[in-house]
């Protein structure tokens, strides 16, 4: 399609160089025209000067010329004083000017043999030898030679003339028996001439330039129309290669569509048979631990409080129930057990899991940390904390190798804004937590990822920072899949940065991966602080609580029951509908007095995308919140295009429905004044509930 529509501007590039081309050509013709006429008029006109030269000379050979030929060819002296004084030098001047009277000479010179100036109409220029003289030397040998030369100032036989074009001709005066016996040298004036000349060139110009115009203006009228008749058939391939594109596009979309759909559940059934997997030995490896750790407290009672022994014991039951800790991770990670979240000061917790750390990494790795005393407190859990900085600095020993390296982790506070630092945008342009940017390196030595999204506040920035290998830019968009691994067999898992991504979002937080192939990699991981007044693990939602009116689609009976009942005693006015098309009806019979439409993708008769389409079809502005239970890139996008406020992916708690709700609302400032007829009492219409 890009080639065919970039056709017609190429047309009209090329007609415009067609029409400067053209142009020059018939300007340059119509200046050669004029040039070779010019030409020709002028050699015709020397040629025929050279001609009433040759008849002059003819007429001095016959009448002047036996008189004074002896003096000529035996002249005493080449002094031209001498030549001048000598009698015979006047007769032949008299003689001469009394057979050019009439004539257009302006001037004659008569040489000997040997080059000299034996006499001339311009007396100062007798005695002057011409020998080496190209005319000179044709006229010797038998031949005539004239050009024409432009005169500023010229002595005539009448005087001083100026502006003249003056014909020269040098002509041999011949001798039935001895041959060339002298050389005789013409001027004639064709000024008056070859202004005719130049009379018809300006004639020949005009007559060219009108032809010309008239020939380049039919030219370009043929160009000009076989230019729009090629424009109105590539606009004719265009709309079709066009329509050809689209149907082409639909079809890879589709393609494409179905591919992910088979990833995603090659994804889920790896996730299934982690989840049984860890769900069948979960209970056998607890039972170890608890075992270990029985037996481990029995000895510790035999120990003295200060002794080395307990102290080492002690450890050991601490990393027993950190064993147990991480079975219930992963059971979490896998969706078969739910943890609760706490608050936790992620200096102490970052401070014990590096106290462990330390003794698992290799000596030749420097450990570099700088946490401070801070007060702030985030909502995850201790383990989790302990599991992510584990994973990401044994990914960072792993990159090291063997080599000497260095692994640098610092945590401070951060206040993060809109217009800060470039690097932020893609997280707070972001639709979604489970929301990935990638943008790589225009060499593929690496690049950055941004997962998860953020809105100005506070936060904690935990950094880790290594001199690896890096990571290549070809599989940075890979590198938070579950089970993927660029290890050897056994030596890794692949659910590592997996698992940290689930922990940031857990704690709705973000991070951001920088790396570069031979210089290492750094993981900036921002979390949430939560504020002085929630110290207790009790969630407020005393600043959750609204009236607005919201119409919920969900095709799940039991979470449309619980959104229903979390919403209501929030005060908000809610009506649900289990499918799109009745959903769609609702709000078409009132669509002004809804202030928000949470709808499911995964929808009988009419898709969430669809509906949410249509919706903004009738009312542009209504805020939409999306679910889903599959978090496919294109349907982001598609949500994303479309307008809707926010697209989050299953499971979502309740409670955490309605902050999504809530910030929508007061972001895009919709929150308006209810009428009275609607602050009487609850909504009447509930469907399917």
């Given at each position: 399609?890009g ?17 400067a081309?053209c142009?020059i050509a018939m300007v340059?013709?119509g200046?050669?025209?004029?040039v070779?006429?010019r ?9 025929i000067?050279e001609r009433?030269n ?7 050979a016959?009448s002047v ?5 002896s003096?000529?060819?035996n002249?005493p002296t080449?002094?031209g ?7 015979t030098t006047?007769e032949?001047?008299?003689?001469v000017?009394?057979l ?5 000479a302006?001037k004659?010179?008569v040489y000997?043999?040997n080059?000299?100036t034996?006499y ?5 220029q ?5 020998a080496?003289?190209a ?5 010797q040998?038998?031949g005539v030679a ?5 005169r500023?100032?010229f ?12 014909v020269s ?5 011949i001798?039935d028996a001895s041959g060339?016996v002298a050389?005789?040298e013409?001027?004639t004036d064709v000024t008056p001439?070859?202004g005719?000349?130049?009379?018809v ?16 203006f039919?030219l ?6 076989g230019n ?5 058939q ?7 290669k066009d ?7 639909k079809r890879k979309k589709a ?6 759909a088979?990833?995603?559940l090659?994804q ?6 982690m ?5 069948g030995v ?10 270990m750790?029985?037996?481990t407290q029995?000895?510790?009672?035999d120990l ?5 022994q307990r102290q080492m ?8 129930e950190?064993?147990a800790?991480?079975?219930?991770q992963?059971l979490?990670?896998?969706r078969?057990?739910n943890k609760?979240d706490?608050?936790?000061?992620l200096?102490?917790s970052l401070?014990e899991?590096l106290?462990?750390l330390?003794a698992?990494?290799?000596?030749t790795?420097r450990l570099?940390?700088?946490i401070p ?10 383990i ?7 994973n990401?600095?044994i990914n960072a020993a792993?990159?090291?190798?063997s080599a000497p390296g260095?692994i640098?982790?610092?945590c401070q506070?951060e ?5 800060g ?9 972001a ?7 990638l943008?790589q390196?225009?060499d ?5 990822l941004?997962f998860?999204?953020?809105?100005p506040?506070?936060?904690?920035r935990?950094?880790?920072?290594d ?6 830019g ?5 590198v938070?899949?579950p089970?993927f691994t660029?290890?050897e067999?056994g ?8 698992a940290?991504a689930g922990?940031?979002?857990?704690c709705?937080?973000?991070?951001v991966?920088?790396t ?9 991981l921002y ?5 002085d007044g929630a ?6 939602i005393?600043?959750l609580?609204g009236?607005e009116?919201?119409?919920l689609?969900?095709?799940a009976t039991?979470t449309?029951?619980?959104?229903k009942?979390?919403f209501s005693?929030?005060?908000y ?7 799109g098309a ?7 019979m009132t ?5 928000l ?7 009988p008769?009419?898709a ?5 389409r249509k919706i903004?079809e009738l009312k ?7 679910v889903s ?8 996008a598609e949500?994303k295009?479309?307008g809707?406020?926010?697209f989050?992916?299953?499971?979502l708690?309740?409670?955490e429905l ?7 609302i007061?972001t ?5 004044k209810?009428?009275?007829?609607r602050?009487s009492?609850p909504?009447?219409l509930h469907?399917?509930?």
């Amino acid at each position: 399609m890009g080639r065919i529509s970039a056709s017609a501007p190429t047309i009209s590039r090329l007609s415009r160089l067609f029409y400067a081309v053209c142009l020059i050509a018939m300007v340059a013709s119509g200046v050669a025209i004029i040039v070779l006429y010019r030409q020709i008029a002028v050699q015709e006109l020397v040629e025929i000067t050279e001609r009433q030269n040759v008849a002059v000379t003819r007429a001095f050979a016959n009448s002047v010329w036996p008189r004074f030929a002896s003096f000529v060819r035996n002249v005493p002296t080449t002094n031209g004083n001498e030549i001048r004084s000598h009698k015979t030098t006047a007769e032949l001047d008299q003689a001469v000017r009394t057979l050019m009277r009439g004539l257009p000479a302006l001037k004659i010179k008569v040489y000997n043999l040997n080059g000299l100036t034996v006499y001339s109409s311009q007396a100062t220029q007798i005695g002057e030898n011409k020998a080496d003289n190209a005319g000179y030397l044709v006229a010797q040998k038998g031949g005539v030679a004239s050009e024409i030369t432009w005169r500023g100032k010229f002595d005539a036989f009448e005087g001083v003339v100026s502006k003249r074009n003056v014909v020269s001709s040098y002509i041999p005066i011949i001798d039935d028996a001895s041959g060339v016996v002298a050389v005789f040298e013409l001027y004639t004036d064709v000024t008056p001439l070859l202004g005719r000349i130049d009379e018809v060139q300006t004639l020949i110009a005009l007559i060219a330039a009108g032809v010309l115009g008239c020939l380049y203006f039919l030219l370009v009228s043929m160009v000009w129309t076989g230019n729009r008749t090629i424009r109105s058939q590539i606009e004719i391939i265009s709309a079709h290669k066009d329509r050809l594109g689209q149907q082409i596009k639909k079809r890879k979309k589709a393609e494409r569509e179905r591919n992910e759909a088979r990833e995603q559940l090659h994804q889920s059934q790896k996730m299934e048979a982690m989840g049984t997997l860890a769900g069948g030995v979960a209970h056998d490896f607890n039972n170890i631990l608890g075992i270990m750790n029985g037996y481990t407290q029995l000895v510790i009672g035999d120990l003295p409080e200060n002794s080395a022994q307990r102290q080492m014991l002690d450890e050991v039951v601490q990393v027993g129930e950190r064993g147990a800790d991480l079975v219930e991770q992963i059971l979490a990670f896998t969706r078969k057990d739910n943890k609760t979240d706490t608050l936790v000061r992620l200096d102490w917790s970052l401070n014990e899991s590096l106290k462990m750390l330390r003794a698992t990494l290799p000596a030749t790795i420097r450990l570099d940390c700088q946490i401070p005393n801070l007060q702030a407190r985030v909502r995850t859990d201790e383990i989790r904390i302990h599991q992510l900085v584990t994973n990401l600095c044994i990914n960072a020993a792993h990159a090291i190798g063997s080599a000497p390296g260095a692994i640098d982790i610092s945590c401070q506070l951060e206040n993060v804004s809109q217009g800060g630092a470039a690097k932020m945008s893609p997280l707070f342009d972001a639709q979604s937590a489970d929301a990935i940017t990638l943008e790589q390196r225009p060499d593929g030595q690496g690049g950055k990822l941004w997962f998860g999204s953020l809105s100005p506040g506070e936060y904690l920035r935990l950094s880790i920072n290594d001199n690896g290998c890096g990571i290549e830019g070809a599989i940075l968009d890979r590198v938070l899949e579950p089970f993927f691994t660029t290890k050897e067999v056994g030596k890794g898992t692949g659910l590592g940065l997996a698992a940290v991504a689930g922990t940031m979002r857990s704690c709705r937080g973000a991070f951001v991966i920088e790396t570069k192939v031979g210089q290492g990699t750094r993981f900036d991981l921002y979390f949430p602080i939560v504020e002085d007044g929630a110290a207790s693990s009790k969630i407020d939602i005393s600043d959750l609580r609204g009236t607005e009116r919201i119409l919920l689609v969900e095709d799940a009976t039991e979470t449309r029951r619980e959104a229903k009942a979390t919403f209501s005693n929030l005060g908000y006015e809610i009506t649900t509908s289990s499918d799109g098309a009745t959903a769609l009806q609702v709000f078409k019979m009132t669509p002004g007095e809804w202030d928000l439409v949470i709808t499911d993708q995964a929808l009988p008769k009419l898709a969430g995308i669809d509906l949410a389409r249509k919706i903004l079809e009738l009312k542009p502005d209504m805020p939409i919140v999306m679910v889903s239970g599959a978090a496919q890139k294109t349907l982001q996008a598609e949500a994303k295009a479309l307008g809707i406020a926010e697209f989050h992916v299953k499971p979502l708690e309740a409670i955490e429905l309605v902050r999504v709700v809530r910030r929508v609302i007061d972001t895009t400032s919709v929150r308006a004044k209810l009428p009275p007829e609607r602050m009487s009492g609850p909504a009447q219409l509930h469907l399917n509930n």
